[in-house]
């Protein structure tokens, strides 16, 4: 009963094959090889439109780098006060990009909201040279609450932030599910809606280790080269990168697994219900929130149930986390199996 992370789960049998099949005789190191030229090309297609990719082997370096290249050392990045790159990064961003400065908005669900962008805009522009100046926007899609920003609500915020002067990115580590939820096309999600740079991730999904800052205007992206190389993370065996990414993308196994993430979410979301354990947010993809009484907190441990605990300022009106009680976080992979969630369910309801 592991609903700890998808990051928990193991690596997707296609994507090791992938990997062992990469693994004979000789290539050009440095991303050089015929497996990341050939990615390229199929990032492209897959988008619609010419860009530049840049492997990395974790998420938060494909943010850091990605926010990095986006926002001046003096500038703001305007993101939900709960985004992983707040929360989870350990500074990596601010680090990466030279003394950068998370501003953190709230939102209920995890999302942000027009109204509430535009005035933190206004209120981190101007007083210069004494005040940090936003730069850039990041949504996280899917959220920290698990909930997805709906194409429209992206081409929304998007449009408040160019109006501004501000680039758009978008930690997409679980763009997949995302995808899956909606129906939408990589392209409307991510360049058509606003988004100028992609934090694109694999990992979640199924890979071993392999992420990608994908930038929708190639003539923008050359000093990512360097960056990225600076940063320390130009994987010098970069086709093992590519040969993941190729597995994750070809006959879209992405969005199959994703889609087996989000249906295990919704079934044990539902079974919970069912039993007077509801979620926290709508469960939009793989992540189900719900609010456990201390002890059957303490039967699930007991039974050998992993899962994190979290705390947030984000709730819907009407919940309250009351002493004792806790705040559990659930998410589902692509290895998750029915018999996982019967079981889990069969120990919360004692």
């Known amino acids: 009963m592991d609903f700890a992370s998808d990051n928990a789960a193991g690596v997707a049998p296609a994507v090791l094959d992938a990997i062992l099949g990469a693994n004979p005789g000789f290539a050009l190191g440095y991303g050089n090889d015929d497996l990341t030229h050939a990615l390229e090309r199929r990032m492209s297609t897959?988008?619609?439109?010419?860009?530049?990719?840049?492997?990395?082997?974790?998420g938060t370096a494909a943010n850091s780098l990605a926010l990095a290249h986006l926002t001046p050392p003096w500038g703001g990045v305007l993101c939900h006060t709960e985004a992983h790159i707040a929360t989870d990064e350990c500074g990596a961003p601010e680090f990466f990009g030279g003394?950068?400065?998370?501003?953190?908005?709230?939102?209920?669900?995890?999302?942000?909201?027009?109204?509430?962008?535009?005035?933190?805009?206004?209120?981190?522009?101007?007083?210069?040279?004494?005040?940090?100046?936003?730069?850039?926007?990041s949504l996280s899609q899917v959220t920290e609450a698990g909930t997805v920003y709906t194409v429209e609500e992206v081409r929304a915020l998007a449009a408040v932030a160019h109006a501004h002067g501000l680039s758009v990115h978008m930690d997409g580590a679980r763009f997949a599910n995302a995808l899956a939820r909606l129906g939408a096309s990589p392209a409307a999600m991510s360049w058509q809606a606003g988004i100028d740079a992609l934090s694109f991730g694999a990992t979640k999904g199924g890979a071993l280790a392999a992420e990608a800052v994908v930038i929708f205007d190639a003539k923008a992206a050359d000093a990512m080269h360097e960056r990225r190389k600076r940063g320390g993370h130009l994987v010098s065996k970069h086709r093992f990168l590519a040969a993941q990414f190729a597995a994750f993308l070809a006959d879209d196994n992405w969005l199959a697994w994703a889609s087996h993430a989000n249906r295990m979410a919704a079934r044990l979301a539902d079974e919970l219900a069912a039993r007077r354990l509801a979620p926290v947010w709508p469960v939009e993809a793989n992540l189900v929130f719900v609010v456990l009484p201390g002890a059957t907190d303490a039967r699930l441990r007991a039974a050998g149930a992993r899962y994190y605990a979290r705390a947030s300022q984000s709730l819907p009106d009407g919940i309250v986390i009351r002493d004792g009680d806790v705040l559990a976080r659930l998410v589902t992979s692509f290895a998750t199996t029915q018999a996982e969630i019967e079981r889990f369910v069969?120990?919360?309801?004692g």
């Open 99 to 137: 003394g950068i400065k998370l501003i953190g908005l709230p939102g209920v669900g995890g999302k942000l909201e027009p109204a509430a962008l535009t005035a933190a805009i206004g209120h981190h522009s101007g007083h210069r040279p004494h005040a940090v100046q936003a730069r850039t926007l």
């Open 346 to 349: 069969t120990v919360a309801a």
């Open 46 to 58: 897959l988008f619609g439109r010419e860009l530049a990719v840049f492997l990395v082997a974790t």
